[in-house]
C-alpha cells in the first residue's frame, strides 16, 4: 500500500483543486493491486489532508491548505507556568524522561533492551482481535458504559485480587498508570510527602512530581522495602502514603517478604496513611516462580491499601484496561476523581477485555507467557554472566520482563557512568535504561535496567549482550596516545 500512496501523491499535482481522481476501479487495474488495498490508500491521503472522498461520487484533490502563520512570542508561558501560587507551594514539573525511556521507539535495527512491553511475537493478537470483534457485536456495545465500569469485569477483577475484595469495591481504570494518577492525586495533597520504594518505578515518581507531591525514597534490599527505614520516614515527614511493588519489584525484581507484608500494613496504618499497592507484574510470573503470594490488599481488614493492577502488561499497550481497589470512604473520593478526569474508559475496551480474559485462549497465553518469560530471564542471565561479569547481578527474579544491574566501578573507584554506558550501547544499535530515573533522590552506584520481554527472542538477547560488551570493552579501552 505505500507504493500505491507514494504513487498517489506524486500525481495530485496533475490535477486541480476539486479534480477528480481515476475511478478505483481504473486503481486496481492500472497497479495490479487489489480494491481493499485502493480503499486504505485513498483513506490515507483523505487523513493526510491531500483529498476528499464523496460516497457514490469518487476521491477530489483537496483544496490546498492554507499557510501556516509564524509562531507568536510564547515566551510570557514560561512566568506563568512557574507561578503556582507562592514560595509555599512545591512547583509542579513534569518530566516525562524517564517513561520516554521505555516508550520512545529507538532507530531501525536496534535491539531494544529498554522496551516496557512485551515483544508483538508475546502478545495474543488473534486472541484479542477475536475478543474485540465478539465485543463489537454485543448489544450496547458502543453505549454509554457505567462509570464505574463493567459490573462483570469489576467483579473479574475482585476475583482475581482475593475473595475479601468484591466488585463493589473495584473501578475499572484505563490501564494501571491511569490508576496510579488517580490514586496519587485522592490519597495526598499538592506539597505533601509521599513514600517510595528506592528505587521504583520511573512513571510514578512522574506522577507524584505532576501531581505536585514530594517523593521521598525508603530503601529496600533483596526482600523488599525495609520495614524499620519504613516507620522512620512515616514518622520523619508525616507522611500519608507509601507506594510499594511488593510482587516483583520495577526495577529491582524483589519480592516483598512474607514476615514483613504484616509489618509493613502496621506501620502504615499505625501512622494513619495508606499504601497504594502496584500490582503490575502479577501476570508476568515466570514458569518456575512456585505459588505467589497474595495482594496485599487480600489481607487488609482496615481498608489501608489501594490496589491497582492492570491487563496492559500481560497483552497489548493498547489494551488499556485497569483495576483500583479500595474500601471505605477514599473510594468514593477515587471515583469522583476517576469521573472528573476521563468519564469512563470506552465500552467496546471493556467489553474485549471481558471476551479475552473468559475465552479458553486467556489460560493458554499466560502459561505461554511464563514458560517465555522464564527461558528468556535464564538466556539474558547466563550471557550477562559470561559476556559481562563485571556487571554486578545480585537478583534474577522470577517474575517480570527485566533485570536490574550495577555498573562496575574501576580501582580508582569510578568508571564509566550511565550515560556514557547508554550512549555508548546505543550507537552499538542497542538501547538499554539508564537506572537513574528510578531514584528520587542521589543513587547510592550507576545501575542500567535491561528488558528481556521486549525482544524477539534468545538470538536477539545473545545478539543484544554480545553488542552491549562491545560498547563497555570500548569505554574501558585507552584513549590513544598523543603525538
Not at 306 to 331: D, E, F, I, M, Q
Not at 384 to 406: D, I, K
Not at 416 to 434: C, F, G, Q
Amino acid at each position: 500500500m505505500a507504493e500505491l500512496v507514494t504513487s498517489l501523491r506524486a500525481e495530485l499535482n496533475r490535477y486541480s483543486p476539486g479534480g477528480k481522481l481515476p475511478s478505483s476501479r481504473a486503481l486496481v487495474e492500472r497497479f495490479r493491486v487489489s480494491p481493499v488495498t485502493v480503499s486504505r490508500a485513498i483513506a490515507q491521503l483523505a487523513a493526510e489532508g491531500l483529498v476528499i472522498t464523496r460516497p457514490g461520487s469518487g476521491a477530489f484533490r483537496a483544496e490546498p491548505r492554507a499557510e501556516v502563520p509564524a509562531p507568536g512570542d510564547t515566551s510570557w508561558q514560561e512566568v506563568s507556568l512557574s507561578g503556582d501560587g507562592g514560595p509555599e507551594v512545591v512547583p509542579r514539573t513534569v518530566d516525562a524522561s524517564g517513561v520516554l525511556a521505555t516508550l520512545a521507539a529507538p532507530p531501525p535495527g536496534t535491539i531494544e533492551f529498554n522496551g516496557g512491553y512485551l515483544h508483538a511475537g508475546l502478545q495474543p493478537e488473534r486472541a484479542l482481535s477475536a475478543a474485540l470483534a465478539r465485543a463489537g457485536r454485543r448489544p450496547g456495545a458502543w453505549g454509554r458504559p457505567p462509570t464505574d465500569g463493567l459490573p462483570e469485569l469489576r467483579s473479574w477483577f475482585a476475583r482475581e485480587i482475593g475473595p475479601a475484595v468484591s466488585g463493589a469495591d473495584v473501578l475499572i481504570t484505563a490501564g494501571g498508570q491511569s490508576a496510579l494518577a488517580t490514586a496519587l492525586r485522592a490519597l495526598a495533597p499538592p506539597g505533601a510527602p509521599v513514600l517510595v520504594e528506592s528505587p521504583t518505578y520511573p512513571g510514578m515518581l512522574a506522577v507524584a512530581r505532576a501531581t505536585g507531591l514530594r517523593p521521598v525514597p525508603v530503601p529496600m534490599d533483596a526482600d523488599g522495602v525495609r520495614p524499620e527505614l519504613l516507620a522512620d520516614a512515616f514518622r520523619a515527614t508525616g507522611a500519608r502514603v507509601f507506594v510499594t511493588q511488593p510482587l516483583f519489584q520495577n526495577p529491582t525484581g524483589a519480592t516483598l517478604a512474607p514476615a514483613r507484608r504484616p509489618e509493613v500494613l502496621a506501620i502504615a496504618r499505625a501512622a494513619g496513611a495508606f499504601v497504594i499497592e502496584d500490582d503490575f507484574a502479577r501476570r508476568l510470573v515466570h514458569e518456575d516462580a512456585g505459588p505467589l503470594p497474595p495482594p496485599l490488599a487480600a489481607d487488609d481488614p482496615d481498608g489501608v491499601v489501594v490496589h491497582v493492577c492492570s491487563l496492559t502488561k500481560v497483552t497489548s499497550p493498547s489494551l488499556r484496561v485497569g483495576a483500583l481497589a479500595a474500601r471505605g470512604p477514599v473510594l468514593e473520593r477515587l471515583r469522583a476523581i476517576q469521573v472528573v478526569d476521563s468519564f469512563f474508559v470506552p465500552r467496546p475496551l471493556q467489553e474485549a477485555a471481558l471476551e479475552l480474559v473468559g475465552s479458553p485462549s486467556w489460560g493458554r497465553h499466560l502459561a505461554a507467557v511464563a514458560a517465555e518469560l522464564r527461558s528468556r530471564r535464564t538466556v539474558m542471565a547466563t550471557a550477562l554472566r559470561s559476556e559481562l561479569p563485571a556487571f554486578a547481578l545480585p537478583h534474577v527474579p522470577a517474575g517480570g520482563g527485566s533485570l536490574w544491574l550495577r555498573i562496575p566501578a574501576t580501582g580508582a573507584g569510578t568508571g564509566p557512568d550511565e550515560t556514557a554506558i547508554t550512549s555508548a550501547a546505543l550507537r552499538a544499535s542497542v538501547a538499554i535504561a539508564p537506572g537513574t530515573p528510578y531514584f528520587c533522590a542521589e543513587p547510592p552506584a550507576g545501575h542500567v535496567r535491561l528488558s528481556f520481554a521486549a525482544v524477539s527472542g534468545a538470538a536477539e538477547i545473545a545478539e543484544g549482550v554480545r553488542r552491549l560488551r562491545t560498547a563497555y570493552e570500548g569505554l574501558r579501552a585507552p584513549a590513544p596516545s598523543g603525538t
